[in-house]
């Protein structure tokens, strides 16, 4: 039984930073790509970053490169997501998912994730 759990949002000012973690259940946790997405009101769920088994490949969606960071520590099954410079747009429910992969592959769609969290509301103030 595979259990995310998401923790770090919050409400911010515009330009601030906050980061999120996400502590996975699983016992084989080395083995599984993870990634963040998230959904904003009235809006679909969207990706944000993925990062593969090992840390070393990851990918981020065009609107947040160059302001989060994706990383993972595989001794405490824990990924994290560090989101600087926040812009009121990137305010939004983030959701940690997983799904068990080859080492390199880093999916970027959701239909392509096993599991999901429950999520964590992140509120970003102009």
């Known amino acids: 039984q595979v259990h995310l759990v998401e923790s770090g949002g919050g409400l911010v000012q515009a330009g601030g930073s906050l980061r999120l973690s996400c502590a996975a259940s699983i016992r084989t946790f080395s083995t599984y790509a993870m990634g963040w997405f998230r959904q904003a009101q009235g809006k679909e769920r969207e990706f944000v970053a993925a990062i593969s088994w090992s840390g070393g490949n990851t990918r981020y969606a065009d609107s947040v490169k160059g302001r989060f960071t994706i990383s993972r520590d595989n001794a405490k099954n824990t990924v994290y997501l560090q989101m600087n410079g926040l812009k009121p747009e990137d305010t939004a429910i983030y959701y940690c998912?997983?799904?068990?992969?080859?080492?390199?592959?880093?999916?970027?769609?959701?239909?392509?994730?096993?599991?999901w969290g429950q999520g964590t509301q992140v509120t970003v103030s102009s």
């Open positions: 998912a997983a799904v068990r992969r080859l080492p390199v592959i880093v999916p970027t769609i959701d239909d392509e994730y096993d599991h």
